[in-house]
């Protein structure tokens, strides 16, 4: 993991203040692809590189093999993240009229969990997130505390938050004071 | 404040959208061929509908896509969104009594 060798988290400093429930996940691959889903060679190409079937479901998580998915941003637009690097997307999708860009360095991602964390979110976020509305392996881009943010919910009690690294620690600080009437 | 649905993402809160003003203004052809007047009427002129009005939003914090609305400007109710390059799929022709 060399790439990530000289990084530091923009909220390194605030997680000894961490609730258990929230966390900050290790720096993981991220690649912001863009392409016309409704051309084949696009396609073909995406999952060759990848091995991911992009969802053309909005709002829907594609998994793939060895912890690689492809989140739904917009009808042209997903977000990439895996554990491991992503090398040759570049060079599969150099005839085909599309960009992938790293933003490894874009967002961190901070974990939610526990019987809590709906309740936590839901002070933070006009977003419906109610279980009936927002269900696992699904993905919304919103806003928390007025903040962008992209929440991926990855099990029943269980989300990721992608937010700006600049405002990563805004975010946290929110999130560390929304969850201070839980902690006994 | 608005829950407005987005054609892609289905319904959000008004504070991830951002306003685009009113819908449908071609861009003249031949500007060249305009007076001043025809200009600035079509740069800054707009209709002030009381009752159903199309307009551009666009969702900012979501997709970042622009669709478009049609919107009655007294009671705020969302009567139809469609994609950008559709037809109103009701008539926008405003109505005062809805
Ligand atoms: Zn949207």
């Not at chain 2, 669709?67 to 400007?73: D, E, K, V, Y």
């Amino acid at each position: 993991m060399a790439k990530f060798d000289n990084w530091r988290s923009p909220v390194a400093h605030l997680s000894e203040g961490f609730p258990s429930s929230l966390t900050e996940l290790p720096f993981t691959h991220q690649i912001n692809l863009r392409g016309d889903i409704t051309d084949k060679a696009f396609k073909t190409a995406v999952k060759k590189a990848t091995g991911l079937v992009l969802p053309v479901i909005p709002n829907e998580v594609g998994m793939g093999k060895d912890n690689i998915k492809a989140l739904w941003l917009s009808p042209n637009e997903w977000l990439i993240v895996s554990d491991h690097e992503i090398t040759d997307i570049r060079d599969s999708l150099a005839e085909i009229h599309s960009a992938a860009t790293d933003v490894s360095a874009n967002r961190i991602i901070l974990g939610l969990s526990g019987p809590d964390a709906l309740e936590v979110l839901m002070k933070s976020c006009e977003m419906d997130l109610d279980p009936n509305v927002f269900k696992t392996g699904q993905v919304v881009q919103t806003l928390i505390a007025k903040s962008q943010a992209i929440i991926e919910k990855v099990s029943d009690d269980t989300y990721h938050i992608y937010v700006r690294n600049s405002f990563a620690a805004y975010v946290c600080e929110w999130l560390v004071d929304a969850h201070v009437e839980y902690r006994m | 404040m608005l829950l407005i649905e987005c054609p892609y993402c289905g319904k959000r809160h008004e504070t991830e959208f951002r306003y685009g003003g009113e819908a449908h203004i071609v861009r003249p052809e031949k500007p060249e061929d305009l007076n001043d007047t025809e200009w600035a009427d079509f740069l800054f002129m707009r209709t002030n509908t009381k009752g159903v009005f199309a307009e551009r939003w666009y969702h900012a914090n979501g997709c970042r896509q622009w669709f478009n609305a049609l919107r009655h400007t007294v009671s705020h109710q969302i009567i139809a969104v469609y994609k950008m390059g559709e037809k109103p799929p009701v008539s926008d022709q405003g109505s005062e009594d809805r």
